[in-house]
């Protein structure tokens, strides 16, 4: 039979909407950070990174958010379209040591037309 | 543009089969990872290598094995494959610590094991 595994963490939004996925790091240390997306039946694409000298970074559409104070960093999409579908992955990485991106659970962010 | 290749997608095998699954990069990168992810439960690690011949436990190694005989490639077996080794399994390439750059994927190798 199918095994069943924890659900994801779940963001519904409508097409047009902003959307926002949070993540909560857990290494003080990490000083790179990364936001993946990953499409069903696909391998996690990189999205946009911030180093932890930065608080904010945008790229085309999205805007990373990180707050070291309490480890958590933020993606922000705005103008949420169809084609955004899909499970959004936070990496923290430390660069003094061994590179080794550590992954949150991800959050499935589903855009209704 | 980095390429990562696995050279499989969909693979199943029997319980106890000795099962390989390759992973091929072409930027020179010197990391190499091997992750997999299961429902809900995000990318775990099984085993990293930062150079050829060199190769790190990950979170997860129990039940695997890694070789590294070219910078290239990065293969992970599975000695004698188990029902609970059923998952998808994702290879990644990255450069070496300081760098800019981002870990790149492979599309996955989906396994089952049956």
């Known amino acids: 039979g199918e095994s069943v595994g924890l659900h994801l963490p779940t963001l519904s939004v409508q097409e047009g909407d902003n959307s926002i996925i949070n993540c909560a790091y857990s290494?003080?240390?990490?000083?790179?950070f990364i936001w993946y997306k990953q499409e069903s039946g696909k391998g996690p694409q990189f999205i946009i990174d911030?180093?932890?000298?930065?608080d904010k970074r945008q790229g085309q559409r999205v805007t990373v958010l990180l707050n070291k104070t309490v480890k958590h960093l933020s993606l922000q999409i705005a103008a949420t379209q169809p084609g955004d579908s899909a499970v959004y992955f936070c990496?923290?990485?430390?660069?003094?040591?061994?590179?080794?991106?550590?992954f949150g659970r991800g959050t499935s962010l589903i855009v209704h037309p | 543009d980095v390429k990562v290749t696995q050279s499989s997608r969909y693979l199943v095998k029997r319980t106890g089969e000795k099962v390989f699954l390759e992973c091929v990069q072409d930027?020179?990168?010197?990391?190499m990872f091997w992750y997999r992810q299961d429902p809900g439960l995000g990318l775990r690690l099984i085993y990293f290598?930062?150079?050829?011949?060199?190769?790190e436990k990950g979170d997860i190694p129990e039940g695997y094995s890694v070789s590294r005989e070219k910078k290239e490639r990065f293969s992970l077996i599975l000695e004698s494959a188990s029902t609970n080794q059923t998952s998808m399994y994702l290879c990644?390439?990255?450069?070496?610590?300081?760098?800019?750059?981002?870990?790149?994927f492979g599309q996955g190798t989906r396994l089952t094991v049956v």
């Open positions: 990496a923290e990485l430390t660069s003094g040591g061994s590179y080794i991106p550590t």
């Open positions: 930027m020179d990168h010197e990391n």
């Open positions: 290598s930062y150079d050829v011949k060199m190769k």
């Open positions: 911030i180093r932890s000298n930065m």
């Open positions: 290494n003080s240390a990490s000083d790179y």
């Open positions: 990644a390439s990255a450069t070496p610590p300081g760098g800019e750059a981002e870990a790149f």
